[in-house]
């Protein structure tokens, strides 16, 4: 089994990355956005985020429990936001690989211009300042940069 952690900040081509990956081989993908989308009608309404991380982690082990390989498509910029992740997939005996999407700030601020579901330059700003390079130290079998 396979555990893909897709880190990124909003517009660095995650979503592209999922597509790549699913056309390579079967995979459940857990994405907390949809999780959102589908609770409160508004994938960038944070204002339920307990329940939607505590539905992406059953989600998670529900998947893996039945032998599934898993996309997690999150930002997951930071160890922190990656740690109870890597613990799960360890727990299932996964080779966990981060796939990482790599792109300047302005870059990202640019596709987000072109994208019907916009997040804030702000907030983008934040999540790049916030980012953390995943590594092998860190519990990933292999780390994958895509630029």
């Not at 700003?125 to 940069?145: I, M, S, Y």
Request: proline content about 3%.
């Amino acid at each position: 089994m396979k555990l893909f952690i897709l880190v990124g900040i909003p517009g660095s081509g995650k979503s592209t990355r999922v597509k790549h990956i699913l056309s390579k081989l079967s995979a459940d993908v857990i994405c907390p956005d949809d999780i959102r989308l589908e609770i409160t009608g508004d994938a960038s309404d944070q204002s339920k985020n307990s329940e939607v991380w505590d539905i992406a982690y059953q989600n998670l082990h529900a998947s893996l429990t039945k032998g599934s390989n898993v996309i997690f498509d999150s930002t997951a910029v930071s160890k922190k936001a990656r740690k109870r992740l890597l613990s799960i997939g360890k727990k299932y005996d996964c080779e966990i690989i981060a796939i990482v999407c790599n792109v300047s700030l302005k870059t990202a601020i640019s596709r987000q211009s072109l994208r019907s579901r916009k997040v804030p330059n702000d907030i983008i700003t934040r999540f790049h300042d916030r980012f953390e390079t995943p590594t092998t130290a860190e519990g990933f079998d292999l780390v994958l940069v895509y630029d």
